[in-house]
T-cell receptor, first 115, second 116 residues
């Protein structure tokens, strides 16, 4: 079974609008971490936001927020007030401490911001 | 703080040739990962080191890929002989040991390999 599932290969959003990128995960561990990374066309992987499995509040970092629904095993990324520079690939990832801190990545969502 | 350094950034080789990639992690990061990212896909773990020991190499094609981290600092990933399907970006990442804040991975810029 896939550890991380991203079902949206591509998304479009109008500049200044909000967009939600979906991510579901699969683990039997109680302790884990969820991450979102941005990969622009230049190729570097940029860390955006983190949510711990025991965190009760949804994580926020500037225009990024993580909508964490533990019972549904989903960790959707919300980008508010989209900017042209947000156009990139976005990857959801999970860290499992009990597998030696392996990180599992999804297949990514390509986001295009339209002016 | 210096980031994860990788070299070369780009490499073009013929199939059956060999290639080596080098990675220097962030100072003090005990854990080092090599990922393979094929165009349009997510990163796939090849090997994970903690200090100079291997934590996981279950997805490393050991008949042609090898990796080492002899002194627990920098690391080399080698492919010999290369196949066409090895064309990908090879990403190196490092992480501090233990539960340090988010404990996120820090990535290098990647080494893009083209096999002709």
């Amino acid at each position: 079974a896939q550890k991380i599932t991203q079902t949206q290969p591509g998304m479009f959003v109008q500049e200044k609008e909000a967009v939600t990128l979906d991510c579901t995960y699969d683990t039997s561990d109680q302790s884990y971490g969820l991450f979102w990374y941005k990969q622009p066309s230049s190729g570097e992987m940029i860390f955006l936001i983190y949510q711990g499995s025991y965190d009760e509040q949804n994580a926020t970092e500037g225009r990024y927020s993580l909508n964490f629904q533990k019972a549904r095993k989903s960790a959707n990324l919300v980008i508010s007030a989209s900017q042209l520079g947000d156009s990139a690939m976005y990857f959801c990832a999970m860290r499992e401490p009990y597998t030696g801190n392996q990180f599992y990545f999804g297949t990514g969502t390509s986001l295009t911001v339209i002016p | 703080e210096a980031g994860v350094a990788q070299s070369p950034r780009y490499k073009i080789i013929e199939k059956r040739q060999s290639v080596a990639f080098w990675c220097n992690p962030i100072s003090g990061h005990a854990t080092l990962y090599w990922y393979q990212q094929i165009l349009g896909q997510g990163p796939k773990l090849l090997i994970q080191f903690q200090n100079n020991g291997v934590v996981d190499d279950s997805q490393l094609p050991k008949d042609r890929f090898s990796a080492e981290r002899l002194k627990g600092v920098d690391s080399t990933l080698k492919i010999q002989p290369a196949k066409l399907e090895d064309s990908a970006v090879y990403l190196c990442a490092s992480r501090a040991l233990g539960e340090v804040a988010a404990g996120e991975l820090f990535f290098g810029e990647g080494s893009r390999l083209t096999v002709l």
